[in-house]
């Protein structure tokens, strides 16, 4: 992998933290129903379907290359902006 795809994926990956931090606390309602087996449902299909996203995202940028600072950078986007966004729930 060149050092341009690193550097791409290291963006996308920073900002794609961002979107599922958004996408958190935007859906926080459904993802903390009281309904145990509701709940359940939602937040697999939720997390399927954002890793589903991410994963198409790097295969785009990088044909699919994971490494470990990805994760990093993912991590470290969307708890950089949790604070900011979790405004958003109301």
């Not at 996308?12 to 359940?40: A, I």
């Not at 939602?42 to 198409?56: G, H, Q, S, T």
């Amino acid at each position: 992998m060149s050092l341009n795809e690193q550097i791409y994926s290291l963006i996308f990956s920073f900002f794609y933290g961002v979107f599922l931090s958004f996408m958190v606390n935007l859906n926080y309602s459904f993802l903390m129903f009281p309904k145990r087996l509701y709940k359940f449902v939602m937040i697999l299909f939720f997390f399927l379907d954002n890793a589903l996203l991410y994963f198409l995202g790097l295969q785009f940028i990088n044909s699919g290359a994971i490494h470990l600072y990805f994760f990093v950078m993912l991590l470290l986007g969307f708890f950089i902006s949790y604070p900011f966004l979790k405004k958003i729930r109301k």
